[in-house]
């Protein structure tokens, strides 16, 4: 079946480390996604790919970097810069095309704590 | 820039009671996108129900209806014969009409929960 697999499902990062989140995707989506939840904040855009090897920054970037090498896969790096990042974090894709249009898959998420 | 305002943090509602969650949203675009989605105790995002802007008729999908009023900017979800696996959080969002990969904007949601 096509989706968005997210892994991992937990992660825990020490204080001052970089971490990688993997987002894969085998929907053949143009574009995908990092989202941010907090409690009380909902979902905040972190950054964007609308087309392999191009990305945006999203409303709350800083601190974080992407790249976006190959169509299926687009990893989130949580750098030492990012203050606050224990959070719960989103990956999800869309494409126009191919029949209805119905926004955005999302994968079932990674929770990264700072310990 | 798009805003999107969900008033109502909790809800609680009886099992096979009608619910209303708000939603208001604003921006300077015509033709865009509204949708709802729901976020139960596992965290995956599922979507309710997606509305276009131009459409005058309100969207509908079993249960799920919305309410939609344009020049209000308001967008409000109706859960009818409400189910004890509604329990969730709902996020109403917005999206400007493009080529289907634009951003899409959240609000805080709303935390419902359906009492037995």
């Known amino acids: 079946d096509g989706g968005i697999t997210q892994s991992p499902k937990y992660l825990f990062r020490k204080e001052g480390q970089n971490v990688t989140l993997s987002c894969e995707q085998n929907l053949n989506h143009d574009a995908m996604y990092w989202y941010r939840q907090d409690p009380g904040q909902g979902l905040r855009l972190i950054y964007y790919?609308?087309?392999?090897?191009?990305?945006q920054k999203g409303d709350i970037a800083e601190g974080y970097s992407v790249s976006r090498e190959k169509k299926e896969s687009f990893p989130l790096t949580v750098t030492s810069a990012q203050k606050n990042p224990t959070a719960f974090y989103l990956c999800?894709?869309?494409?126009?095309?191919?029949?209805?249009?119905?926004?955005?898959?999302f994968g079932s998420g990674t929770r990264l704590t700072v310990v | 820039a798009q805003t999107v305002t969900q008033s109502q943090p909790e809800m609680s509602v009886q099992e096979a009671e009608t619910v209303t969650l708000s939603c208001t949203y604003d921006?300077?675009?015509?033709?865009?996108?509204l949708f709802w989605y729901k976020q139960p105790p596992s965290r995956q995002m599922i979507l309710v129900i997606r509305q276009e802007a131009y459409k005058q008729q309100n969207a509908t999908e079993n249960r799920f209806s919305v309410n939609f009023q344009k020049a209000a900017k308001s967008f409000s979800l109706k859960i009818s014969d409400s189910q004890l696996g509604d329990t969730a959080m709902y996020f109403c969002a917005f999206m400007k009409q493009g080529f289907g990969n634009e951003k899409l904007t959240f609000g805080t949601g709303t935390r419902l929960t359906i009492i037995p």
């Open positions: 999800a894709s869309s494409s126009p095309f191919g029949g209805l249009w119905d926004g955005y898959t």
């Open positions: 921006t300077s675009e015509n033709n865009y996108y």
């Open positions: 790919s609308q087309i392999v090897n191009d990305f």
